[in-house]
Every structure is written in C-alpha cells, then in structure tokens.
C-alpha cells in the first residue's frame, strides 16, 4: 500500500520516480489501487495539479492505469499476446495533449479510399484458390517501379512484417547469426528471438549501417543481414546510395558472404525523401526487398510487396498456401487504384513534402536547442537524453508522450546511449514550443 507520507520529493517528476521504484521493486504490487489525487494533495500538502502531474507521468511511462471513477491502479500484467519488448513501445493509453509514441501516419496525410474502393466488384470474386497470387496488373506496376532492375520473383505479403518474417523463416535455421541494425525495429528482435537466432549488433552512422560493423558480423559467418534502407526505425537515417555499394561490395568479397541473404524493410517507401535504394543493385541473387504501403496508404490495408531471387520468394509463395494463401485481391484492387489514380498519386506526393518540412522543422528547432538528431527522413527522429525514464516523464507532465528507447536496442547491445523516440512527422503546429519541451526533457537527470 502506498504511504503519501513516505514519499520525499513534492514536485510530480520526483514523485513519479520514488513510485515508480516502489512499482519496480516489488512494494506496490499490480492491480494494486492508488490514492486518490485529492487524497495525495491533502497528504502532501501540494496542489492537486502537481498530483496530477505525476500521475499523467506514470501512466505515460506505463507503470499506472486510469480506471475513471474507480481510481488510478499500478497497471497489471500486460496481455500475453504482445512481448515484453513491445509492450514497453507506446507511450500510454490514456489520453494525452500530444502523443509522439505511436510511430504511425498522420491520418489526414493518407489518400481518400472512396475512389479505389469503387473499382471493387460487388461481390467478392469467387476465383480459384490456385490462382496467381498477384494481380497481374498489380504485379507489372510493382515491376515496373522496382528500385532495381531483374528482379526474378515478386509477391504480394500482408504488411512489411509478414514478409520480413516469412523470408527469415525461408533462410535461417535455428542457432543461426543474423546481422542487424541497433537501434533497430523491436519487433526484428522478436523474430529472432522465436527463430532461436543470435543478432549480431550493426551501428549506424549518418549514411546508413557503418563499414566497420558490417565486416565485423561477416566475420561471424551470418545466415542474414537485416537493414531498414530509408527511414530507418527509430533512427530516421536514410542509406545512401554509396554506403549500400560499398556494404554490398563487403558482402561480395566476404568469404562466405555469397551465402547470405540481405533482407531489406523499405517500411516508409513512398513517403521518404531520399531516393529508392537497394543492396540489390550489386548483388541481386542475394537480396529480398519489401516495399510497405502502410505508412503511405494506410496501415490497416496490410499490404506490402516483396521481391528478390526465385530460391527464395517462391518457396515463400508455396508456404504462404499452407496458411493465408494470398492477400486479399479485393485489397489488392483497391492498393493498384491509389497507385494509378492521378488524384491519389498527388496526395502521397504532397504528404512526403509535408513530411520532409515538419522533420526538418523540428530538427532545426532541436538544433537551435543544442540537441542534435541528425537529417531524419520519413516520420520519427531519435532523441538523445540524459535519462531516458526521467525524460518520458518531464514530456508526461506537458501532456506529451513518446516511444520508450530501450525496445529499440538489441540483445547485448553494450554500446548503446539513452534515447526515446519521436514520432515528429504528426506535429502540425507549435514546433517551438514541442521542441523545446524535447530539448528540457533531453537533459533531465536520473531521479533519486
């Protein structure tokens, strides 16, 4: 049971901080239900909105949840179905003046869907359960604005993470070593995690994953190596197209570097600024690509396409008819209409501009500030802070949220700095005022 008298500090981050310990070493226990904030104000002999304040920051960093009238409650066990990883990715599920957590598209930046959605037929084609699973028309146009050329096989996959885990499942075999990026997407970690693979950490400079890492994990013989080319996630690094020649002329001239598989998440694909680029260029036989149209046309239509040599996309196709079969050609359909439609088209178009100006504003803002998150591309930057908990609670009591960093590091990553992650491309106005916000959270000291 929590004491208000045994708490030390009055103002709400230190408050949050000494609860947020009582939570962590077993004190307060979860589901176990807190003081009210009028309760905690006449204890403490504060204002009900500094209680407030530190409730909003323990909520926001995870540790309580809000059940309306019936009171603030240490948050239970969270749902089985999510990792450990990934539960501590969002920002909070309570209500919030400003939430850069999620890590998804503006909604208003996303085409209108009325037009795509008339081209359905009325009534879902019957078909054939061994038809291709592409549309053909769908297929050419992918083909025909693919970043590389010769592609051998093509494929149409339920989102950008189906298809990076189906391709891993085609080449890596339990006690494999994957090479991949750290940062890096939290959910890749997972994956490896469940295939019973070791990560080999790659660190990223300003031009993409660094030379060095990379012939430092081919010396370690990986099955796969796992790189985001734009826009990476969290970082906002875009590769450029000299640091993928010289990571594929690495490759090449590895002794055993013909046997692996790059496999390439191009998640942001239409809405980044930087231009297409693949490993594919210089060694097509060796790279799947998989380009998302989530982040430019809608997360919920859970399609990506994929591409890479026969040996493997096809054995991929063939285990895909085990389970889903296909992707929807339903929503194919309604995918190969905002990819043709001229109007649809202009609106993607304009959204990577908005984009790029809302990251460079922030960015430039922080960097007035002192606070230095490089050129980030597509929709999130990288924070560096001081602390990172101590950070996400100073934002918490200004009613802003974001993303927890530590998901986005790998499993033995000892090199790693104290960051948080941005999801900038949804703020719209008061750039200024959020930045500085960011830059005081940036430099926040540990508590207690």
């Given at each position: 049971m929590l004491r208000p008298e045994a708490l030390e500090s009055?103002?709400?981050?230190g408050m949050a901080g000494e609860i947020a310990r009582l939570v962590a070493d077993g004190s307060l226990e979860p589901g176990e239900r807190l003081p009210t904030v009028r309760e905690m104000s006449?204890?403490?002999?504060?204002?009900?909105?500094?209680?407030?304040?530190a409730w909003r920051a323990l909520s926001d960093a995870g540790t309580i949840v809000s059940r309306g009238r019936a009171g603030s409650f240490v948050r239970a066990e969270p749902r089985e179905w999510l990792s450990p990883r990934v539960q501590g990715l969002a920002g909070t599920s309570q209500p919030v003046r400003l939430d850069l957590s999620h890590g998804t598209?503006?909604?208003?930046?996303?085409?209108?869907?009325?037009?795509?959605?008339?081209?359905?037929?009325?009534?879902?084609d019957t078909g054939r359960y061994h038809d291709l699973p592409v549309l053909p028309e769908l297929h050419d146009h992918i083909a025909e604005t693919w970043p590389a050329p010769g592609v051998e096989t093509f494929t149409v996959v339920d989102g950008a993470l189906d298809g990076i885990s189906r391709t891993l499942e085609q080449v890596v075999r339990f006690g494999d070593r994957v090479a991949i990026e750290s940062p890096g997407f939290p959910y890749f970690f997972d994956l490896l995690e469940a295939l019973g693979a070791e990560p080999i950490p790659?660190?990223?400079d300003r031009d993409g994953v660094t030379p060095g890492s990379l012939s430092r994990a081919l010396a370690r013989k990986p099955a796969a190596i796992v790189l985001q080319p734009r826009a990476q996630n969290p970082t906002g690094i875009s590769m450029t197209v000299e640091r993928a020649r010289v990571l594929a002329q690495l490759i090449m001239h590895s002794p055993d570097g013909r046997r692996v598989t790059v496999v390439e998440d191009d998640h942001s694909a239409l809405i980044?600024?930087?231009?297409?680029?693949?490993?594919?260029r210089w060694i097509p036989g060796q790279v799947v690509h998989v380009r998302s149209f989530s982040k430019s046309h809608g997360p919920d239509l859970r399609i990506?396409?994929?591409?890479g040599p026969a040996r493997v996309v096809e054995r991929l196709i063939a285990r895909r008819m085990l389970g889903p079969g296909w992707t929807s050609r339903l929503l194919q359909t309604v995918l190969f209409g905002l990819l043709t439609d001229p109007g649809s088209v202009a609106r993607v178009r304009t959204a990577r501009l908005i984009y790029r100006d809302r990251l460079d504003r922030m960015a430039t803002a922080l960097r007035k500030l002192g606070v230095d998150v490089g050129d980030p591309d597509g929709i999130n930057l990288w924070l560096p802070v001081a602390d990172e908990r101590a950070a996400r609670m100073r934002l918490a009591t200004s009613g802003i949220a974001v993303s927890a960093g530590i998901p986005y590091r790998a499993p033995g990553d000892?090199?790693?700095?104290?960051?948080?992650?941005?999801?900038?491309?949804?703020?719209t106005e008061n750039v200024r005022l959020v930045a500085e916000a960011l830059a005081e959270a940036a430099e926040a000291p540990a508590v207690g």
């Open positions: 009055r103002t709400p981050l006449a204890a403490l002999g504060v204002s009900a909105g500094t209680v407030a304040a598209p503006d909604p208003a930046m996303l085409p209108a869907l009325e037009g795509a959605f008339s081209r359905v037929a009325p009534r879902a790659l660190t990223l980044c600024s930087a231009p297409d680029v693949t490993l594919a990506a396409a994929l591409g000892a090199s790693a700095t104290p960051h948080v992650r941005v999801t900038a491309g949804v703020v």
